[in-house]
């Protein structure tokens, strides 16, 4: 009777071990299978942040890519007239590679229909906004798309060829031996907003030359820019790019006075010296035998009395004010700045437009 007792016993027990075996490893078994979820999870996580990184770095890389004029003045990337501020008119699209993802970039517009990113007409720079969509493939299925607007100011090429020297105002001053050459027949060696009868432009030594009277109205500035101060000085940055210099009282020319080479034939350049910009007040002088191609321009508030010394202008010396100084044995020479547009190719900075950023 006793032995069939513990035999039942030790049947329950094994039973009862037995249940628990299978509850203990069903419990591991669905331990297991959530470690391994959530670390499909994680990783799953890591490789589309890692695709979202890659598609803003996308963006990045297209905007820096719009800051290039060379960029967006290829025929490729004129945009036709469109109703549709949303259409990618031509189809243009950039690919990068990063961290193993795919990117593609494809630029919209977002302007009215008149408008594109080279327009030989007007000089200048319009504003537009470009929606930069971009899209990262690539590792297993994981895939990311973020969009970002962006304003972006489009360089417009300046038609400038002016006459060596543009006054808005007078011109005084003038001794030693300045020479100006090469001014074509229906153009003045000297063009000032002064007319006939308010004329104040006295040669000098530089003798019996052409002046142009009445040549423009406005500013001297507008009359050879045609953008604004704002837009140039961005334009030169830091001053230390190879085409665009613009010194004032913040940003003032070490030193004081600019005796060194600039611009090439092929490559002319624009030197703006505004008040203030010589670091004390006043404006650097031009000395020391440089040879600059392109243009020279000095603020009216630079007074007028930089001298000049023995340079060589290829291009055209441009005031915002009068002349009061003009001596020793500078050559200005005419030089059609008109078929240079890598001078008026000034890079610009794509805008993010606040709140357009946005992941799909």
């Not at 598609?55 to 025929?75: C, E, F, K, R």
Request: glycine letters at 12%; charged letters at 10%.
């Amino acid at each position: 009777m006793n032995f069939h007792k513990h035999k039942e016993e030790g049947a329950a027990t094994l039973g009862i071990a037995l249940i628990l075996i299978l509850i203990i490893s069903i419990g591991a078994f669905a331990s297991a299978n959530v470690v391994l979820n959530d670390t499909k999870g994680a990783r799953n996580e890591v490789v589309t942040l890692r695709a979202l990184n890659s598609a803003d770095a996308g963006i990045n890389y297209a905007m820096s890519w719009l800051g290039v004029p060379a960029n967006t003045s290829d025929p490729s990337f004129v945009w036709t007239a469109t109703s549709d501020p949303a259409t990618n008119v031509n189809g243009k699209t950039l690919t990068i590679s990063n961290d193993g993802f795919t990117v593609t970039m494809t630029f919209y517009r977002q302007l009215v229909a008149s408008q594109n990113f080279t327009d030989a007409s007007p000089t200048g720079l319009t504003t537009q906004i470009i929606q930069i969509v971009a899209v990262a493939t690539g590792e297993t299925s994981a895939s990311a798309q973020v969009s970002q607007k962006v304003y972006l100011p489009t360089v417009i090429n300046n038609s400038f060829s002016g006459s060596p020297i543009v006054v808005q105002g007078c011109l005084s001053g003038v001794t030693g031996s300045p020479n100006v050459s090469g001014v074509p027949n229906n153009m003045g060696d000297i063009t000032t907003s002064a007319n006939s009868a308010t004329n104040c432009i006295n040669p000098g030594s530089l003798g019996s030359i052409p002046v142009q009277l009445g040549g423009f109205t406005g500013t001297a500035w507008d009359y050879t820019f045609g953008i604004s101060q704002a837009q140039m000085k961005a334009a030169a940055g830091d001053n230390s790019g190879t085409s665009v210099r613009y010194y004032d009282s913040s940003s003032p020319l070490g030193g004081g006075q600019w005796n060194s080479d600039f611009g090439s034939a092929t490559s002319p350049g624009i030197i703006v010296f505004m008040a203030g910009s010589d670091g004390h007040g006043g404006c650097p002088k031009v000395n020391g035998g440089p040879t600059i191609y392109g243009i020279v321009y000095y603020d009216a508030g630079c007074g007028g009395n930089e001298g000049w010394g023995n340079a060589t202008v290829n291009g055209s010396v441009v005031n915002g004010g009068d002349i009061t100084q003009l001596t020793a044995n500078t050559n200005f020479n005419y030089t059609n700045l008109a078929g240079n547009p890598a001078l008026f190719q000034i890079p610009v900075t794509a805008v993010r437009v606040v709140g357009s950023w946005k992941d799909f």
